[in-house]
């Protein structure tokens, strides 16, 4: 059974960087893609960033430029690199992981908040 563990949300002003991590156990991690998600209240979760298992990656529009993917599969983690933090990025960040044979992400971490204060 796949695990992800998140960490490194936080409250931070406007302008501010944050680095968010997620800890992979359970899975062959270097063969799964991987997907950073957000969900703010009261609007749906959203796709934030993902990076494939063989590093390429791609990134939503609203976060394009600040925000920065990346996975290290000697220490089976991913990251998300948030830079010039807005409060519009307020919202509880989840990792999760699918198999190169699917477009489900299958396998979710618990979240972890990160607030932007203006």
């Known amino acids: 059974q796949a695990q992800l563990v998140e960490s490194g949300g936080g409250l931070v002003q406007a302008g501010d960087s944050l680095r968010l991590s997620c800890a992979a156990s359970?899975?062959?991690?270097?063969?799964?893609?991987m997907g950073w998600f957000r969900q703010a209240p009261g609007k749906e979760r959203e796709l934030v960033a993902a990076?494939?298992?063989?590093?390429?990656?791609d990134y939503a529009d609203s976060v394009k430029g600040r925000f920065t993917i990346s996975r290290d599969n000697a220490k089976n983690t991913v990251y998300l690199r948030m830079n010039n933090l807005k409060p519009e990025d307020t919202a509880v960040y989840y990792c999760?992981?699918?198999?190169?044979?699917?477009?489900?992400?299958?396998?979710w971490g618990q979240g972890t908040q990160v607030t932007v204060s203006s």
């Open positions: 999760a992981t699918r198999s190169r044979f699917s477009q489900m992400y299958s396998y």
């Open positions: 359970g899975l062959t991690f270097s063969s799964y893609h």
């Open positions: 990076i494939s298992s063989g590093g390429s990656t």
